[in-house]
């Protein structure tokens, strides 16, 4: 059974960096594209980055200049790191697989997803 | 960006009822149309990929049509379990981008 779990600080500073992993289990993280997904409180989706096990990434434009996404294959995890954050920031963050193994961005869908973790950003 | 437009925004309906839910792009997107079901403090599920075809373990009441810019979501017979929030997403380019959600309420 494939799984994604979510961990890192429910409160960040503002200008401070909101540091996620999100560890898989079930299945290699070797396939596959692995996402980040916002949604601000009573909002909705907001997709951040992905990664594929290449090490191939897509970013969001309205973040990329705040965002980084990585994947440790030896421990089957992937993070999500968001510079100068703001109030604005504020979300529940869920990390979720894209369901295509080829490696194609274009036409996926995203079949498991973590339960999510608030983050806060606030003094 | 590809703007994703869901109407309507919200929706009363009866258990038993026939429901349709539709979803606009702001350019073509061939068939790269997802539908995601979202109930609250859940994370989203996925119901329906490439517009039509149903994610395993889904019930068949729930289907998908459309291409190009135009798209639905159809439950055929509403079950009290699919009272929640549904969210089209568009996955032709990045960033993908998803709808504003259907928030679909009990009458």
């Known amino acids: 059974q494939v799984q994604l779990q979510e961990s890192g600080p429910g409160l960040v500073k503002p200008s401070e960096t909101l540091s996620l992993t999100c560890t898989v289990s079930g299945v290699s993280i070797s396939s596959h594209y692995w996402n980040w997904i916002r949604q601000p409180p009573g909002k909705g989706l907001e997709w951040i980055a992905n990664i594929y096990y290449s090490g191939n990434t897509n970013y969001n434009p309205s973040l990329k200049s705040r965002v980084t996404i990585s994947r440790d294959a030896s421990k089957n995890q992937f993070s999500l790191k968001l510079n100068f954050v703001t109030a604005a920031d504020t979300a529940v963050y869920f990390c979720a697989r894209g369901r295509r193994r080829d490696g194609i961005n274009v036409g996926d869908a995203f079949d498991i997803w973590g339960q999510g973790t608030m983050v806060t950003v606030s003094s | ?107």
């Open chain 2, 1 to 107: 960006d590809i703007q994703m437009t869901q109407s309507p925004s919200s929706l009363s309906a009866s258990v038993g009822d026939r429901v349709t839910i539709t979803c606009r792009a702001s350019q073509s997107i061939s068939n790269y149309l997802n539908w995601y079901q979202q109930k609250p403090g859940k994370a989203p599920r996925l119901l329906i990929y490439v517009a039509s075809s149903l994610q395993s373990g889904v019930p068949s009441r729930f289907s998908g049509s459309g291409s190009g810019t135009d798209f639905t979501l159809t439950i055929s017979s509403l079950q009290p379990e699919d009272f929640a929030t549904y969210y089209c997403q568009q996955t032709y380019t990045t960033p993908q981008t998803f709808g504003q959600g259907t928030n679909l309420e009990i009458k």
